[in-house]
T-cell receptor, first 116, second 113 residues
Framework: DAGITQSPRHKVTETGTPVTLRCHQTENHRYMYWYRQDPGHGLRLIHYSYGVKDTDKGEVSDGYSVSRSKTEDFLLTLESATSSQTSVYFC???????????????FGAGSRLTVL | GDSVTQMEGPVTLSEEAFLTINCTYTATGYPSLFWYVQYPGEGLQLLLKATKADDKGSNKGFEATYRKETTSFHLEKGSVQVSDSAVYFCALRNQGSNYKLTFGKGTLLTVNP
């Protein structure tokens, strides 16, 4: 398995509290992504990074911020958690290469967040 | 924008039955197409991929052919096993997208003995 570690794996918090999820990789891949998975919606991109300090928004970025101060770590922060942010969060990485230019994302095991 | 539509689940089959999960896409240009699988309690794993029209991706007995004329990438397997029970996601990656993937909503497959 590619070296991706997400922490914490499970978290329960209360509305209005800040939460930070961490994604750590040992593959030295350039690209990192945060997705959320919800029933009936599949996976939706929150934010992604294409290099250290280089990040951009995905389709559901409201209420989330990210930071990438070094290649191996990509942090997702909920400044003030809401119940609508209860979800399973997946980090993914890619080096952007692959046969024929196809990009292959490798996913972490997920972080289950419950906001009460 | 880019989008992926896959058949609604859940799909329930008996062991050794034939499987088809439909996937169609909307995208400009020439995207690469993927099927990912998620086993219970785990993250997503790449199942197969195709990068250009008429390519056939295959892995573990699963196959999908990139059909540009019908903008489709249907997943098939001739004889499913109980161990194939999982959620299957169709996805695309368009050119110039910083390698982001756009996913369908997923199809839950349950295979009974």
């Amino acid at each position: 398995d590619a070296g991706i570690t997400q922490s914490p794996r499970h978290k329960v918090t209360e509305t209005g509290t800040p939460v930070t999820l961490r994604c750590h990789q040992t593959e030295n891949h350039r690209y990192m992504y945060w997705y959320r998975q919800d029933p009936g919606h599949g996976l939706r991109l929150i934010h992604y990074s294409y290099g250290v300090k280089d990040t951009d928004k995905g389709e559901v970025s409201d209420g989330y911020s990210v930071s990438r101060s070094k290649t191996e770590d990509f942090l997702l922060t909920l400044e003030s958690a809401t119940s609508s942010q209860t979800s399973v969060y997946f980090c993914a990485i890619s080096d952007g290469a692959g046969a024929g230019g196809a990009n292959v994302l490798t996913f972490g095991a997920g972080s289950r967040l419950t906001v009460l | 924008g880019d989008s992926v539509t896959q058949m609604e689940g859940p799909v329930t089959l008996s062991e050794e039955a034939f499987l088809t999960i439909n996937c169609t896409y909307t995208a400009t240009g020439y995207p690469s197409l993927f099927w990912y699988v998620q086993y219970p309690g785990e993250g997503l794993q790449l199942l197969l991929k195709a990068t250009k029209a008429d390519d056939k991706g295959s892995n573990k007995g699963f196959e999908a052919t990139y059909r540009k004329e019908t903008t489709s990438f249907h997943l098939e397997k001739g004889s499913v096993q109980v161990s194939d029970s999982a959620v299957y996601f169709c996805a695309l990656r368009n050119q110039g997208s910083n390698y982001k993937l756009t996913f369908g909503k997923g199809t839950l497959l349950t295979v009974n003995p």
